[in-house]
């Protein structure tokens, strides 16, 4: 069987408290990533942008980083192209009509990375979480940071 291929662009910024990671409010799901499915022919790197801008509204961003492929015991048919991307400055939160969610209203705002996710989050992005501190933890250290 072949794998789902899905695209998860992260976005951090520095905090008052430190770093801090770029989640949403989904209306039905709880506290999320964004993420999406990579479409035939697309490369990850380029679906991450798009989910992000779809998702989210950002419209430019770049890739700064492969963070590494996660696969969930949660979604094992799934395995996750993670990027770190880097944006223009952006707010604290804002509301966004997503334009591949069946139109929902997503609702964005900054969670600092080193704190444990609220119960409002949806599970399998509790344990991508946990998965992107790791690799950015091995990333710093291949960095001499």
């Known amino acids: 069987m072949t794998a789902?291929?899905?695209?998860?662009?992260v976005v951090l910024r520095r905090g008052r408290?430190?770093?801090?990671?770029?989640v949403f409010g989904h209306p039905t799901?709880?506290?999320?990533?964004?993420?999406g499915t990579v479409e035939?022919?697309?490369?990850?790197?380029?679906?991450a942008l798009r989910e992000l801008?779809?998702?989210?509204g950002i419209a430019h961003a770049v890739v700064e980083?492969?963070?590494?492929i996660l696969r969930l015991e949660e979604a094992p048919e799934e395995e996750w192209y993670v990027f770190l991307c880097r944006t223009e400055p952006l707010p604290d939160t804002w509301r966004h009509l997503a334009e591949d969610d069946c139109g929902h209203e997503f609702s964005f705002f900054w969670h600092p990375l080193d704190?444990?996710?609220g119960e409002d989050w949806h599970p399998i992005f509790k344990?991508?979480?946990?998965?992107i501190r790791a690799a950015l933890r091995t990333a710093s250290r291949g960095h001499g940071r």
């Open 29 to 35: 799901a709880g506290t999320q990533l964004v993420k």
């Open 115 to 117: 704190e444990a996710p």
């Open 17 to 22: 408290r430190g770093p801090e990671i770029l």
């Open 40 to 47: 035939d022919g697309e490369e990850p790197a380029s679906a």
């Open 65 to 68: 980083a492969f963070l590494g």
């Open 127 to 131: 344990a991508a979480l946990d998965f």
């Open 4 to 9: 789902i291929r899905k695209a998860c662009p």
């Open 53 to 56: 801008r779809e998702e989210s």
